[in-house]
């Protein structure tokens, strides 16, 4: 990839296993990922890929294991103090705020920088308003990469299917995270907005330096534009490498197309 | 003409109570999806903590002003409110995130009878009086273009003006604050709200907080005009209806649905009364919520909803 240089081991996963009841949805999974670069997580549906996500962003909490992030090792955190480390994510099922506005949705993005209390935004003091308006900066810049300007004061739900995926990363940008975690970021799109998707992706990492962390269905899209790739299937890890190695690994191959007899 | 718009008049300031009570309803539904049915139970609590607070103020100062009485005792009232929230979710929602909404609503269904009881073991069990100096008289209006004029009641103006601003209060909050901003993210998408670091149980101590002053204020007018008792607490069942006409989830449905029924309410007396031996205000809200579960179960403004099977 391009001139990004790739760092030290930003997040670290390490024989994690998380289990629903009696359903083991991953086994002692460990893998790594480095600051600035793309790493995908890949692997047939019910694979696991969901509840890795869910796992780093606090959402599960895993039985066994543990995950670090820089070094600072967290086991029982919610999706908030997670947030508050410099993680933010996208949903795979758009989980957009539907009734506000894109530049609104943006907005609530940016909460965690927000000093002023209740009562100083209540009275509109001055402070309060000027960190508004800082953080409207922030946001209009994130508007004018994402290309969706013309949708600023349009309702999320009544975008189109292709821009609400692009508000969703827009929202989780104005965090301004460290590492990014995206749920099938081109599920449900058609090819154009699938390269179009592709291209905001390598974007973030290049202008932002943003460690991005993706699972995708789309084998081929995952190949182009992931530094290296985790393969998952029934819950364990079977490939992992950079994408040659690992679209030729016979493994691999036989989980996604069947084995051959 | 004239006696029309007198009834029209008086159910749209008797809709305006309504609505604020059911505006209760629909801002801790929309946050949390928690249907508090103690809502009702917290405008009773509210109005005792008022009145009580008024009665013992000028013994507790010596200092007997009747407008800074008030202003004290409500803002003392407002703050159990705040207490009262901050309680609730400490102990009781707090312990039940991700339960199903059915425990959720019996669990406020244990808060009311809680706060019922502990109000009056608190404050007391008699009928207690609210007097924040209203205009009591009746005044009449347009005597000119109708015979005899419109008889208003200056009491239920001033309370449906008071209803009116804090609404509009409320709306600004919504729209124009960050943390208002915050409130409608986190009623639109808890998990997504809480992955960009917006704390829930802050927000939601929050929105019990508003509840329980929105509740203050419907529990002072309503105090004020029929005193505080224990039959406060079952008035505000009318606001069930409200919220079943007007949308669970929805703001100005609150308020349009409190408006419909409180002017059905009082129309339907007057002018159906006489056919169908009267009393129609106490079973009306009733029999059109049921008519509107039947034909439009969203409500008017709600989201329909649609389960993906």
């Avoid at chain 1, 949708?151 to 009544?158: L, P, W």
């Avoid at chain 1, 364990?236 to 016979?250: A, C, F, M, Q, S």
């Avoid at chain 2, 707090?94 to 959720?104: A, D, M, P, S, W």
Wanted: charged share 20%; glycine share 10%; hydrophobic share 50%.
């Amino acid at each position: 990839m391009a001139g990004r240089p790739i760092g030290e081991v930003i997040l670290d996963v390490h024989n994690l296993s998380l289990r629903f009841g009696g359903v083991k949805a991953l086994s002692d999974i460990s893998f790594d990922v480095r600051e600035h670069e793309i790493r995908a997580i890949i692997g047939p549906n019910g694979a696991g890929k969901s509840s890795m996500l869910n796992c780093i962003n606090g959402v599960y909490q895993p039985q066994e294991g543990s995950i670090s992030l820089r070094g600072q090792t967290f086991r029982h955190m919610n999706s908030r103090q997670v947030a508050q480390m410099g993680v933010a994510r996208t949903f795979q099922n758009l989980a957009l705020f539907k009734g506000m506005s894109v530049l609104d949705n943006l907005m609530t993005g940016r909460h965690l920088k927000m000093r002023a209390n209740l009562f100083q935004q209540a009275i509109r003091w001055g402070a309060a308003e000027r960190e508004e308006t800082e953080q409207r900066v922030v946001v209009e810049r994130i508007i004018d990469f994402l290309e969706i300007q013309p949708y600023r004061k349009i309702q999320v739900g009544r975008l189109p299917y292709g821009l609400q995926k692009r508000v969703d990363l827009g929202r989780a940008l104005a965090t301004e995270p460290q590492v990014l975690l995206l749920d099938e970021p081109m599920a449900g799109m058609n090819v154009e907005e699938k390269q179009d998707m592709s291209r905001f992706i390598l974007d973030v990492n290049d202008e932002f330096g943003t460690t991005i962390v993706l699972i995708e269905h789309d084998m081929s899209v995952v190949m182009d534009i992931s530094d290296r790739v985790v393969v998952l299937n029934y819950g364990r890890k079977i490939g992992d490498g950079l994408p040659e190695e690992v679209r030729t690994n016979p493994e691999v191959v036989s989980a996604y197309l069947g084995t051959v007899h | 003409m004239g006696p029309f718009l007198e009834t029209l008049l008086g159910g749209l300031m008797v809709g305006m109570l309504y609505s604020l009570v059911a505006l209760g309803l629909v801002l801790i539904f929309k946050a949390s999806g928690v249907f508090n049915f103690a809502q009702g139970a917290m405008v009773l609590f509210a109005a005792l903590a008022m009145a009580r607070f008024a009665e013992w103020l000028p013994h507790l100062t010596g200092y007997d002003n009747k407008f800074v009485n008030n202003v004290l005792a409500f803002a003392g009232a407002a703050l159990v409110m705040v207490l009262f929230a901050w309680v609730v979710q400490k102990l009781v929602l707090g312990k039940l995130v991700n339960q199903e909404g059915i425990t959720l609503l019996m669990a406020t269904l244990g808060i009311t009878y809680f706060i019922e009881g502990a109000g009056q073991m608190l404050f007391g069990n008699d009928i207690y009086k609210i007097d924040v100096g209203m205009p009591k008289d009746p005044m009449f209006l347009f005597e000119k273009t109708f015979q005899g004029g419109i008889l208003v009641n200056q009491e239920d103006l001033a309370a449906a003006l008071i209803a009116a601003v804090l609404v509009a209060l409320l709306a600004l909050f919504f729209q124009k604050t960050a943390t208002g901003r915050a409130l409608r993210a986190v009623a639109d998408d808890h998990q997504a709200a809480q992955s960009i670091g917006i704390p829930l149980d802050r927000i939601w101590v929050i929105v019990w907080s508003v509840a329980g002053i929105v509740a203050l204020v419907a529990g002072a007018i309503w105090g004020s005009k029929l005193g505080v008792q224990f039959s406060l607490s079952l008035v505000a069942l009318k606001a069930l209806p409200v919220v079943i006409l007007g949308g669970l989830t929805s703001i100005p449905g609150a308020i349009i649905g409190g408006l419909l029924i409180g002017v059905g309410e009082k129309l339907s007396e007057i002018y159906l009364g006489p056919h169908l031996g009267g009393g129609i205000e106490i079973w009306f809200a009733y029999v059109l919520a049921l008519v509107f579960l039947l034909v439009r179960p969203q409500g008017l403004f709600g989201e329909k909803i649609i389960d993906r099977v």
